[in-house]
């Protein structure tokens, strides 16, 4: 809600720059990291020796991979075009996240400590922290200096925090470098490096290419509908680490798998199936904050949004069979099909994206999220024993099917008169009705969650 705000005082075009150069920073950082962080979670969870251990020579190696994140990432910026206030602001916004990341490599210690409270407490400081700045500066004039100042301010209080705090609950660390202990420490960490890489990429490519390939508008664009699609998968980002948990502790059960992946679907689907039926309706209503905006550029937001929303849709469906592989020793099959994604989007963004911007890019998003979604099921056919639920996909399918049929009959029943509240309360009625009907789920289901005192059924 606050980036909407962002967007909206400083413009598409401004927003749309230092959105593309913050997608750079992530990709370049993903290597600075090189899989240090969950490496060094998982030692230090196992073997709390660890960290007295190896830590006098990982601090300074993460610091060092920094500094030589931050050069990389100057230099690949001059290399696609960047100049002048364009690489100051890539610099300024590379350092930010760079701070960002040595910050989590510090929240490591406490998480493999088991240290969890304070960790989610300290996962939110930085972002509370910018809020906190934007709110200040929207009444007084929000510019673009103000805005990367705030971002650079609050990842170098954060970051002295996390060291100052990680400092008073382990002691102090004094550095000291051993050429072994940081060679073990970087050839155990590069399959997690790999793997970071290539999510990293998969997901910011399309910023980058867009902004320099068709213009910072257009990414201002792309970026206004894709803040709400990391924002709906969050919901699965969270579930779905749960169902990997569970998947892992049966390698073996076929059967067991099969019931967890069948609950699992349940699970992650139909909540998403309702927010997506939403958009493809009402997506214009969740641009309410961009008064700045001319009616046209509305519209191309939306458009961008409905488009990634069926991104989203393909998601729900099948996202949970990337989660059974990755649990189940298949995450290079896994790695394989999220670098075929990343080929073909590449190809078709140098082809679609100067001419058509920001609706080719979510086309693209989507295409590539088919493809890896097909060989997703390809995989679970032929390197597994579970199988896949085709008749419970096809239920899914038919239920929102269903959904947006009478969502178009009652909009165009009633010409849209009714009030957008008014028209979500009736709808998630009908929703009900149909999971009900279709027996996505079952009266006794529900039954079993009530106390018995309140069982209606």
């Known amino acids: 809600m606050v980036e909407n705000l962002v967007q909206d005082r400083l413009g598409h075009a401004t927003f749309g720059l230092i959105t593309a150069l913050s997608a750079l920073t992530l990709v370049v950082t993903a290597l600075s990291d090189l899989g240090l962080t969950p490496y060094s979670v998982q030692r230090v969870a196992a073997e709390p020796s660890f960290m007295a251990e190896a830590f006098p020579t990982l601090l300074p190696l993460r610091g060092a991979l920094n500094a030589v994140a931050l050069a990389a990432m100057v230099m690949v910026g001059w290399v696609l075009g960047y100049r002048g206030i364009e690489l100051l602001l890539l610099a300024i916004v590379g350092t ?8 989590q ?42 805005y990367v100042g705030a971002r650079l301010g609050a990842a170098v209080f954060t970051t002295t925090l996390f060291y100052g705090l990680m400092t008073r609950l382990f002691g102090h660390v004094k550095y000291r470098w051993e050429a072994r202990v940081a060679r073990i420490a970087l050839r155990a960490s590069l399959p997690f ?78 909540p998403m199936l309702f927010i997506v039926a939403f958009v493809l309706f009402r997506g214009e209503l969740l641009f309410w904050q961009f008064s700045h905006s001319a009616p046209a550029e509305v519209a191309r937001m939306t458009l961008c949004l409905k488009i990634l929303f069926l991104n989203v849709l393909v998601h729900a469906f099948f996202a949970i069979y990337s989660t059974l592989l990755t649990s189940t020793t298949h995450e290079r099959a896994v790695s394989w099909l999220v670098a075929l994604s990343i080929a073909l989007n590449i190809g078709l963004n140098m082809f679609l994206l100067p001419r058509y911007g920001a609706v080719a890019a979510s086309l693209n998003t989507l295409l590539c999220a088919v493809t890896v979604s097909i060989g997703y099921l390809v995989l679970v056919v032929r390197r597994t024993s579970v199988g896949v639920p085709f008749r419970l996909l096809a239920r899914l399918l038919l239920a929102f099917v269903l959904l947006c049929g009478v969502w178009y009959l009652l909009q165009s029943s009633l010409n849209k008169m009714l009030d957008w509240w008014i028209e979500i309360g009736i709808m998630s009625v009908v929703f009900a009705l149909i999971v009900l009907g279709t027996g996505l789920v079952q009266k006794k289901e529900i039954a079993q969650l009530l106390p018995k005192q309140n069982r209606i059924f």
């Open 96 to 103: 930010a996240l760079l701070l960002a990341q040595y910050g």
């Open 105 to 146: 490599f510090l929240r490591g210690a406490l998480q493999a400590h088991q240290k969890f409270n304070t960790d989610a407490v300290l996962s939110v400081v930085e972002k509370f922290l910018l809020l906190g700045a934007v709110l200040v500066m929207i009444p007084v004039g929000l510019t673009l200096p103000r």
């Open 193 to 270: 490096a790999l793997m970071t890489l290539l999510y990293g990429v998969n997901e910011r490519i399309d910023m980058v290419m867009l902004e320099r390939l068709a213009s910072p508008t257009e990414a201002g664009y792309y970026a206004s509908a894709y803040r709400w699609v990391d924002a709906v998968m969050m919901y699965a980002w969270t579930v779905l680490p749960l169902f990997f948990a569970k998947f892992a502790s049966a390698p073996h059960d076929a059967a067991a798998q099969r019931q967890l992946l069948w609950f699992g679907q349940r699970i992650v689907t139909l």
